[in-house]
């Protein structure tokens, strides 16, 4: 049987360059992420059994899969993890490898998980935006910091096995403001630990949506990365969500229909199942089962450490930098269905810089720009970090690679 995995969706660079200037009309997105500590809020039993591994990675990376058992209660984690690689290279490419680890971290009410552990002299972290439900792959990254199995930020995806089954909430009454920045993106088959990807022709689309009085309105831009069906194109998207909060969106798409469903939950932030199909045309598949979130603004102040990777996946020597960004959305998207963003940074550490951003958008979870200072990476749904991040910048050079929390 093979693994099912969702891939954090960046779109073509054209979606994040602010292609077309004019803005359409105004739409807002729901408030900022929750205070710390918050409440565990999930609907299922977080206690359990939970696997991540990398996405893209070198064979001698020092480990590429985690396997952890975590209770959360109120908020704070618990737990052990073992870290391993499947490679079985001879000599093990990290000292701490099939070692149980103590693991502290949180869990807040978007279901954003940050984890922090011991390992071989240095201090790993892990940060994922997880599923509603605990058994769909959900992204994030991990790196280790100094010691002898450093790596860099290295994209992953996560899963758990709760110890009680998962059984989706009853449809109540969406209060929440539904519209904003929207994203799906495709769940795909591993026919085993290879990790060779099967790609569909449409891996999802991003944009931005508008509820009123149970129809939907917006712009959507379908990711044809790297089948490339059909070039970049923000097309308008028209839809439906009834009393039960079963939504349909249809959208032209390579001369054929796209159609995207999903049921939503009371958090339009958490992650939920759904699918999307496009029937005749250039980019024709059939149902193809994905996971779709609304964005909020990533607007406030992120901090992160980033290094630039050598070959084996390790932070180069003399490359560790401290970035921190604060970054404002608007509340209006342009033509293109992509909401300009704003910011400036400062980097410390292995060299000194502070700039600001130009170009910069963000669709669905890709955020990116096109100037000289660069940012791109994965925000996740709620906006507490942008993981699988890039940053270079015409002092320090790069790309450097890390994950940003949000303050």
Do not use: H
């Not at 970054?327 to 000194?352: D, E, H, I, M």
């Amino acid at each position: 049987m093979g693994t099912r995995l969702s891939l954090a969706l960046l779109l073509p660079l054209t979606a994040l360059l602010g292609c077309g200037g004019s803005t359409s009309s105004s739409s807002s997105g729901s408030s900022s992420g929750s205070s710390t500590p918050p409440a565990q809020q999930t609907t299922y039993d977080f206690n359990g059994t939970w696997t991540a591994f990398a996405t893209n990675y070198p064979v001698d990376l020092p480990f590429n899969i985690l396997r952890a058992s975590l209770q959360a209660t109120n908020g704070l984690v618990t737990g052990t993890i073992i870290a391993y690689t499947n490679y079985g290279l001879d000599p093990d490419p990290c000292s701490a490898n099939n070692t149980s680890i103590a693991v502290t971290g949180t869990l807040d009410a978007d279901n954003d998980l940050a984890l922090s552990f011991p390992i071989a002299g240095g201090t790993g972290t892990l940060f994922a935006a997880l599923a509603e439900d605990p058994q769909t792959y959900a992204y994030g990254t991990w790196q280790i910091v100094g010691g002898a199995c450093a790596m860099s930020a290295t994209p992953m995806v996560i899963s758990g096995a709760p110890t009680t089954t998962y059984t989706a909430a009853s449809p109540t009454p969406i209060t929440a403001t539904l519209s904003g920045n929207w994203q799906a993106y495709a769940n795909y088959t591993l026919p085993n630990f290879n990790f060779q990807y099967t790609y569909p022709p449409v891996q999802g689309f991003a944009g931005v949506l508008q509820f009123a009085n149970g129809t939907v309105s917006g712009i959507l831009a379908p990711n044809t990365v790297p089948s490339f069906c059909v070039p970049y194109s923000p097309t308008a998207v028209t839809g439906t969500i009834d009393a039960n909060n079963n939504l349909t969106l249809t959208l032209p798409v390579g001369t054929g229909t796209a159609t995207i469903t999903a049921t939503l939950g009371t958090n339009p932030q958490a992650l939920v199942d759904g699918s999307f199909k496009v029937v005749v045309g250039f980019c024709a598949m059939t149902a193809t089962p994905m996971t779709f979130a609304q964005y909020t603004p990533v607007t406030g102040t992120y901090t992160g450490t980033f290094s630039v990777p050598n070959t084996d996946g390790a932070p180069t020597s003399g490359t560790i930098i401290a970035l921190t960004t604060f970054l404002t959305q608007s509340s209006t998207p342009n033509s293109s269905g992509a909401y300009p963003v704003t910011g400036t940074y400062t980097v410390t550490g292995a060299c000194t810089d502070s700039g600001s951003f130009t170009g910069m958008t963000v669709a669905g979870g890709g955020i990116g720009n096109s100037a000289a200072q660069e940012l791109f990476g994965s925000v996740s749904p709620s906006g507490d970090g942008i993981y699988e991040a890039f940053f270079s910048s015409t002092n320090c050079g790069g790309p450097y690679q890390g994950s940003l929390t949000r303050q």
